[in-house]
């Protein structure tokens, strides 16, 4: 019977993370559809390199709206709904720029798209890990990375089955259709329950352990969860009830987040919001938006002509990092967090290096005297450095992040880690094309193995383990024990100041 239920609530918590993660998928088609639909948009709109690179990379600047938003939008109306803003957004911005007739209004529609990405980065992670069992949080977790990853396939798809279209109709068909899946995603909300460490936030306690019982492996861990959820939020364990009112003195929690986060904050919490930065910012720094925006330019340098191999070529790109994300998502729970990094991480490093290797003899030949295992090194490195990249620095962003900060902070901590992100991004996305003018294409990328380099000294450094703890014990991990917030808030219910409502 406890094996039954075990396996009927993994099934539910899978459904969950399924359902969260499809924002995600619409964030990846908006990445992936860009790299080919750019050649186009190029022509058509006659734009020169440098708008070529502030289109591309501008959705991230863009999504800090929505990262930062979304944080204050998931602790206040739940993580759930916070989805639908996303969904609306990704809609809203694929019709703008499937309709438009100008640079101007296709920049329009990027920001608008971009709100939804940075709601859609930040929230589809947050809430699979709040909803997830410890014995399973890394392979859930995983679930919006591989999302991102198979939403970049179908953009590159939509590339190519697309492009045969006229120009003029091809790239605006590609980013149109963007628009249906929005529609689904907002439907499918109804189907997924609030996270339970929201509602024991908002004092709801019967509704928490209602949702804890639905995805706990035992109702024992059920009830151990519920408590641990209790402590971490500075409810007393004595105080129960079906709902507890929570008194307008709280106010000022969001502040007391920041100066916990930023201003003031705790070695222990400095410990993690340097993690969490650190680790964002190294994803984007080695390079990989070089290579999934920029593919068919990469390739192109690496020897491959004609738009149909560009494409293929770059599908296969899409199929790399897809099949080895869901190798990751296999492994995050067996392997550990480390492992996963630190060898996929070393891999990014020689790959790179090869691939910069490649594109330096390629550069250097003769258009007529290409050696063929140059081209052949440059495909190879570009196809390994995914597969690297999608095994464990891809995946391990949003599944480490979401993991490491306490409750009170996770929402607004996952958002500044976001922001990092999202400007590492787009200063790599826009700057791309200017570097390989400056330092040759092959030289931007021994530049990121350099980066790539550092941040394996970082990660060895700086990030434990974390692999089948809750999340409230992996707060002890970096050293934490109650935070002040925390402190506060007990201190407050035994003053009276929160009780349980009649």
Known sequence: MAVDLKKKNASYAFTCAILASMASIILGYDIGVMSGASLYIKKDLEITDVQVEILMGILNIYSLVGSFAAGRTADWIGRRFTVVFAAAFFFAGALLMGFSVDYATLMIGRFVAGIGVGYAIMIAPVYTAEISPASSRGFLTSFPEVSINLGILLGYVS??????????LGWRVMLGVGAAPSVLLALMVFGMPESPRWLVMKGRLADAKAVLEKIADTPEEASERLADIKAAAGIPDDLDGDVVTVSRKRGGE????????????????????????GLHFFQQASGVD???????????????????????????????????????????????????????????????????????????????????????????SILAYVAFFSVGLGPMSGVYTSEIFPLRARALGFAVAVACNRVTSGVISMTFLSLSSAITIGGSFFLYAAISSLAWVFFFTCLPETRGQTLEEIGKVFGMDDTPMEAEDSAAYSEGLLATSP
């Not at 590339?159 to 003029?168: C, D, G, H, K, V």
């Open 290 to 380: 070089s290579i999934v925006l920029y593919s068919p330019r990469v390739f192109q340098s690496a020897g491959i002509t004609g738009d149909d191999q560009l494409l293929g070529t770059t599908c296969a790109v899409g199929v790399a990092k897809t099949v080895f994300i869901l190798v990751a998502a296999f492994l995050l729970d067996r392997a550990g967090r480390r492992p996963l990094l630190l060898t996929s991480t070393g891999g990014m490093v020689v790959s790179l290096v090869g691939l910069a290797t490649g594109l330096t003899v390629v550069g250097r030949s003769p258009d007529a005297q290409v050696p063929s295992w140059a081209v052949g090194l440059c495909v190879a």
């Open 254 to 277: 969001e502040g007391q987040v920041w100066r916990e986060l930023v201003v003031s904050p705790t070695p222990a919490m400095r410990r993690i919001v340097l993690a969490a930065v």
């Open 159 to 168: 590339n190519y089955a697309f492009a045969r279209l006229p120009l003029s």
